[in-house]
């Protein structure tokens, strides 16, 4: 042990072995909600035949993109950064615009290719990561921050939670009996659980109901609608070994401009939980290694998944948590997960078992993920103190309810014979930051309450 805290910031002295399980433990903590990414996208991405889409956005993929996009963080932050970059649930709606858009080229077009384009998009908005930190490196943190309060971004998270409401009872209506399963385990062990069960309620939640799927589709239990509520043709054609199958992403402007603007919310996360992160571990890491360094690693590993047809990285919270609990703080823990979750994502028997999921179970756990989203949205008006009596606040916040939920195909015009789309968000987004620079008195300052500037993003 390093300090009198009893915080372990070496864990050579721990020896490899306890290394190792430590490593595992921050593994599985990432994994119930990295997992759920992709699974989530592919039930929005389906060809005219109704099979989901196949390549890219895959567990495998997923795990790989989650284990190197850590391990380049690591690299940019000199490695003092305790991070693990997981997948990030900000981008679902987005993808979900994607995958329904049915004008110009994307008429006929198939699942992976939208897929493909909605990556193109997720490049951008990793690539916007580092304007920010350049700019960051320029001019200070504080004067970015001010064109981004929590009177913007929290009204903006919780759209992005509301907007996908739908697709969550879409799914749970499937099997209602195995979605409340997956969602009374997710509240209790959150609530009730001890140590590490409560780090990794999303993971249990899963779990627990798959094993409930497995025991009624063995007593020839059906779904509602007759059809078999687990199918495991694909398992046994899986291999034991092999890559990833990766999609090199496309590009097009209006997917571009779909997924792009989603990283307004991501950096603002991104914030978050760099702040967190120091409070959890002592250390100021917004000043050494510095914030545009974190802004710059989160934002290649962002844009190297997109690239490869992954889902976005962010940094989670869920590993955060598991700092907090362990009072190990050596980022080389966090390294040693990467690893593992880079392992993983060789063993196709692996991702084709997760695969099989029911999307009954998926929209039992969307009621938790999504209603946090928006929870978490509220939180970051709450703690930042955001005075409601303003009717300046009140009219941005208004604004961005209204075009948040009320745009719900967005807008689209042509522009050079380009047809280009502004999703429901993205109008959000870009109505409350020029409310904010238009309107006259601001009652936020970012740096003055360290509390509220912890909890700016969408943790996982």
Known sequence: MNQ??????????????????????????????TILVPILVNSYFQDATGEHVSRGLTV????????????????????????FLGSSFAFLGGFSTVANLSSGKFADMGANE??????????????????LAAIIKAIGVKRVMRYLPPVVTGPVIICIGLGLSGSA???????????????????????????????????????????????????????????????FGAVAEAGWAGLPPFQICKFDVT??????????????????????ISATVGENLIEDPGLHRTLVGDG?????????????????????????????????????????????SFIPKVSAIISTMPASIIGGVSFMLYGMISAIGVRNVVENKVDLTNSRNLIIMGVIF??????SDGITFTIGGTSITLTALAIAALAGILLNIILPGKDYEFGVNPKGDQNRGIHQ
């Open 4 to 33: 009198s805290d009893g915080a372990i910031r070496d864990a050579r002295k721990l020896g490899v072995p306890r290394m190792l399980i430590l490593g595992i433990q921050h593994m599985f903590a990432m994994f119930g909600a």
């Open 60 to 83: 495998a993929v997923t795990l790989f993109c989650a284990g190197i996009g850590t391990l380049l963080f690591h690299v940019c932050t000199k490695m003092k950064v305790p991070a």
């Open 114 to 131: 939208k897929a493909a384009y909605a990556c193109g998009g997720i490049v951008v908005a990793g690539l916007l990561y580092l304007v």
């Open 169 to 231: 009872i879409s799914n749970a209506s499937t099997n209602w009996i195995l979605a409340l399963i997956a969602l009374a385990v997710i509240i209790y062990f959150n609530i009730w659980g001890k140590g590490m069960l409560r780090i990794i309620p999303i993971l249990l939640g899963v779990l627990v109901s798959y094993g409930v799927a497995l025991i009624m589709n063995a007593c020839g239990i059906t779904n509602p609608d007759g059809s078999a509520i687990l199918q």
């Open 255 to 276: 997917a571009i401009l779909v997924m792009a603007p989603i990283a307004i919310a991501t950096m603002m996360e991104h914030v978050g939980d760099i702040s967190a």
């Open 300 to 344: 290649l590993a962002t844009a190297v998944a997109g690239f490869l047809g992954g889902p976005a990285n962010t940094t989670y919270g869920e590993n955060t948590g598991v700092l907090e609990l362990s009072k190990v703080y050596d980022p080389a823990v966090i390294r040693i997960a990467a690893v593992f979750a880079l392992i993983v």
């Open 402 to 407: 209204v075009c948040g939920l009320g745009f």
